[in-house]
């Protein structure tokens, strides 16, 4: 991994919305920005590093780095600066450990700056446990001294009521299936909609349930949630509950509140309330206020906003230009969506499941059933899983370079019931038995894993293997970044043909899928 440099990530912070705009180069980004938090108690770099703990990998990471004491955490809520106490604050709520309550309600009884004390009361909620959970009851918030702690004030209040909902046991909902039909946008990865429309087609969905497809989308209206859940080449299935919404008036935020309750009492056991959760989509867009402004109309005695006790998401995507009009949809955990409960383990570079369905899924028509199948750099075994979701398979061999892609690689496939082996060793010294019929990889792609230099090798290597691994009629499925890179060494090789190409999207990259076969 290639890290950006210090005076890079100090640049980029420093910019309007800084740390957001770093969060799209986080792998690059977080050990720079963690040793100006360490050590030069940068409060920006603080507060990246508070957007990062929201997510589970980085969350860990973090945790990783701490000392057992903390005290990089604990010094930082102490510090003179009261930007780097707030973002402080907010890194430990992110972290959501009960350990951190009783430092926290030291550091809340010593703040004397208003504008911090909200940051703090939420860690509080965040942190949980039964000394956090009395403090806040009992806690009071001080009155305004002027006119100008008013706003202070206000938000000092509203963070003491969100910690207290946080740390209050919402009750669990059972989803019993939809009584009437509701609307649902099925996603796929990007230009990859012909693999869902096949999905689809394969399904037990009935064909009046389709109403159209658009972009990387198809739109159905349907009861049946569970045949939905098994599209493997859907990226994300979303209900749409209001277009073109403007959430500066309340008429649309109220809606919301009004789908909630209408959906969990049409699918769900139990009574209110329903814990929800807001996420924001957008670029330049301030998502803690406007998440602040949605909830403050949707929140009710039945329908509570609840980021770590949920069981809907509502999520609202902004386009480019407006930035008070957005697509409102609602994406319900209750759903149980078991597709990819095999991947127990993944690696920074690992393809999405759902990706990896789609692209295999595009290339079937290059299948055969009871393939040989070899995946030369297989990673966490993502492609060979869904290789034998996809159709059956007489043997699949995963080889990687990493032990520890190796380890992941083998618990996926243990989890999934494949039948798959795997043999750690460099791919170029890899030597086939028996010629395979389909060589399927997700390649290194450059930036976030290896380099251009290393490509070169890497990707050459592999092409001048291909005659030896495939059989006359064998095919190789190849995804990667380094598209020109490839073309270039593909069409050097008067031994292979390149059948097909076509481009895709993946985390703000646009990688390329290539399909191979000897000439």
């Known amino acids: 991994m290639i890290h950006m440099s210090r005076e890079r990530v100090i640049k980029a912070l420093s910019e309007p919305n800084g740390p957001e705009k770093l969060v799209s180069k986080a792998d690059q980004a977080i050990e720079p920005a963690w040793e100006l938090f360490i050590k030069e108690n940068n409060a920006q770099a603080c507060s990246f590093l508070a957007r990062l703990a929201k997510q589970k990998k980085y969350r860990q990471m973090i945790e990783n780095k701490l000392s057992r004491g903390r005290s990089e955490l604990y010094a930082a809520l102490e510090s003179g600066d009261a930007k780097l106490r707030k973002n402080a604050a907010r890194l430990i709520g992110a972290l959501s450990a009960p350990c951190d309550a009783d430092k926290l309600i030291e550091a809340l009884e010593k703040e004397h ?11 509080l909620g965040s942190a949980g446990g039964d000394r956090a959970k009395s403090y806040l009851a009992s806690y009071k918030v001080a009155a305004p001294g002027d006119e100008s702690e008013k706003r202070h004030f206000a938000d000092e209040t509203e963070a003491l009521m969100t910690a207290k909902r ?147 998401e509502l999520i609202a995507e902004f386009g480019k230009k407006d930035k008070n009009t957005a697509d409102i949809y609602a994406r319900p955990t209750v759903f149980a ?42 990673g966490s075994s993502t492609l060979l899983i869904e290789r034998e979701k996809l159709a059956p398979v007489s043997s699949s061999t995963g080889v990687d370079i990493a032990h520890k892609a190796i380890d992941i690689a083998r618990m996926n496939a243990e989890r999934a019931g494949s039948s798959a082996k795997f043999i750690c060793n460099d791919m170029l010294r890899f030597e086939a038995k028996r010629p395979y019929d389909e060589v399927i990889a997700n390649l290194p792609f450059g930036n976030r894993v290896g380099t251009h230099q290393a490509n070169e090798k890497l990707y050459a290597g592999l092409l001048d293997k291909l005659p030896q691994w495939l059989n006359e009629d064998g095919v190789a499925i190849l995804y990667t970044m380094e598209f020109t890179l490839l073309k270039k060494l593909i069409r050097e090789r008067p031994g292979l043909k390149l059948v097909t190409e076509t481009r895709t999207e993946a985390g703000g990259l646009m990688p390329g899928i290539f399909i191979i076969k000897l000439k």
């Open 113 to 123: 700056t208003r504008f911090v004390r909200p940051s703090i009361i939420l860690a």
């Open 166 to 312: 946080r740390l209050a046991s919402l009750p669990k909902h059972e989803f019993a299936g939809l009584k009437t039909e509701y609307e649902f946008e099925l996603r796929a990865p990007d230009r990859l909609v012909g693999s869902l429309l096949y999905d689809i087609e394969e399904s037990a969905l009935d064909e009046a349930d389709i109403i159209g497809h658009r972009g990387n989308c198809v739109f159905v209206k349907t009861k049946a949630v569970q045949e939905l859940l098994k599209l493997r080449s859907m990226s994300a299935m979303l209900m749409p509950v209001a277009a073109k919404a403007d959430i500066t008036k309340p008429a649309a935020l109220l809606y919301c509140r009004r789908f909630i309750k209408d959906f969990f009492a049409d699918s769900c056991s139990g009574l209110p309330p329903y814990g929800y959760r807001i996420e924001i989509k957008g670029e330049n867009v301030d998502r803690a206020a406007i998440s602040k402004a949605m909830a403050a109309v949707i929140d009710s005695d039945e329908v509570v906003n609840s980021p770590s006790d949920y069981e809907i």
């Open 337 to 378: 969506d078991k597709r990819f409960e095999y991947r127990v383990g993944a690696l920074p570079a690992s393809i999405h499941p759902a990706t990896a369905a789609a692209v295999l899924r595009y290339a079937i028509e290059h299948m055969k059933v009871n393939a040989r199948v070899l995946d030369p750099c297989c």
